[in-house]
């Protein structure tokens, strides 16, 4: 079956694929577009051969571009992402009748690096959602201390303000750094100051806590709020670009391209392949209306992360008529195939190997001989071994009393019996 994927199915699906992106970068010709760019590896931690970056529209979340990058590429498995998104940006920029004029990625400072030194005319923006966890994660840090329970209480409160502010800033630096700023005043139960004011209404609180200069854990909320590198961050947070429809997007190739199995590399971008096909395919799927009500449809679900019931609306369902398609050109391929299957598989293999200067191994030293490995490892295994003399027995007297106590044992089960 390998060999019938090599042959035919993955230059099918690679033909496909050109045709469906060449309609959909036709789309944003002559346009400035920014870009969301994620990476995806094929396995947890820092042992990955494969790392997918995926280049996605912000506006219309159709997918202009993916490079996938296997670890012999890189320098090793931690620096792929910052890599395949050097190599695919580069690629994107190059698209004819396309300004890429933006992109959006997480708070990598390799990635931040890159942006900032070799790619000075793409403004660099970060996901908002990044930012609010580590702030959230640092104010629930203090607020587990003994003493410190109030700033826990404030947790969502001060996370809820800080999206607030990045999501009404009006994409302008110094009125979100205002606008985060001022809940140092809130928290305090001061509402007016000097130049400014909360822009809530007069609200209803006897019942909530707020601090005073003396309650343990201001200083410490001060410190994240004004801390350097968030304020730093913020400046690329004006435009409340998400990455969120990349997760999306990943939890649909792992349908096709699942973490627990292995794959060769030009099945592995294969299988890439079709599930941006199957992405862009159903990208603007309208919801689904109920057929006796006419209303649209919702479905409802619990949030793990809010703790509490949410609707969300109900789409109706895919299509998939690409899969015949492309199941129709693998047959027409193998009829019209006039070489042999074997050469076919050949010539395809170099192709891809030469195409992406994938090296036949992984690992990039030679191996030595076996004989010279065995000889180490047997010599490692006989100064690991304690020697009979240390132990106060021989093997074969340990051997005698296993086999005695094996014996004892039948006796007392026969007694059972």
Known sequence: MSRHQTAFVNPVIEKFYDKIQEKIIQKFQGKKITLTADGRSCSPGSSAKYTQVTFMCVTSKAILHFELFQVSMSKNSVTMERDAIEVGLKKCMEIPDIEVEGIVTDRSPSVAKLIR???????????????????????????????YELVGQWCKSITNHLWYSMQ????????????????????????EWSDGRCEHEDLDDEDDEYFTPETLGLDEIKDIVLKPRLLQQLEKATHFYFTS??????????????????YHFAGMRARSMISVIDHNWNI????AINKKTGEPRFQRRWSKKTKAWIVSPVKVPKNYNFRRQILAMCFEKAASEDSKLAETVTLRSQDIANRFKIPRNVVSIAGPPKEELVKDYLERKRKSVPSSEEEGETEEEDIAERSEDEDSDDEVVLRMQ
């Open 284 to 287: 603007k799927r309208p919801q």
């Open 168 to 191: 009404t800033c009006g994409k302008d630096y110094q009125t979100l750094i205002r606008k985060w700023t001022s809940l140092l005043h809130h928290i305090t139960d001061k509402h």
């Open 117 to 147: 030194e070799q790619f000075k005319t793409v403004r660099h923006h970060f996901d908002p959602w990044h930012i609010t966890k580590s702030v959230k994660t640092q104010l629930l840090q203090v607020g587990k201390q003994k003493g």
């Open 245 to 262: 429809a990349l997760e999306a997007y990943h939890s649909l190739l792992l349908k096709y391209a699942t973490k627990r199995l292995h």
